[in-house]
């Protein structure tokens, strides 16, 4: 059973940093991709990052110049993302996910809140 633990979220204040991490476990994926998404009360869940297998990464343009994506070079399928200058629009729940290149076989975190507020 495929699981991704989520990890990192919380409260901070505008301007401030936080760090998430994911990490997926009960199968091999051998070309993958992960990523993260968040989804803000009342809206779609949105792509903020997203790294492949290859270390390919892809940033949504909120993210770009504020947040970095990164994989754990031992733990192969633990991915993080660095947030900093933080502001209300990122206050969202935060979800992992990975996707099998080949098969789109596709598998969610729980999620983690982040809340962005002085």
């Known amino acids: 059973q495929v699981q991704l633990v989520e990890s990192g979220g919380g409260l901070v204040q505008p301007g401030g940093s936080l760090m998430l991490s994911c990490a997926a476990s009960?199968?091999?994926?051998?070309?993958?991709?992960m990523g993260w998404y968040r989804q803000a009360p009342g809206k779609q869940r949105e792509l903020v990052a997203t790294?492949?297998?290859?270390?390919?990464?892809?940033y949504a343009e909120s993210a770009t110049g504020r947040f970095t994506i990164s994989r754990d070079n031992a733990k192969k399928t633990t991915i993080y993302l660095q947030m900093n200058s933080l502001n209300a629009e990122d206050t969202a729940v935060y979800y992992c996910q990975i996707r099998e290149i080949y098969t789109s076989n596709t598998y969610w975190g729980q999620g983690t809140q982040v809340t962005v507020s002085s």
């Open positions: 009960g199968a091999t994926f051998p070309n993958y991709v």
């Open positions: 790294i492949t297998y290859r270390d390919k990464i892809n």
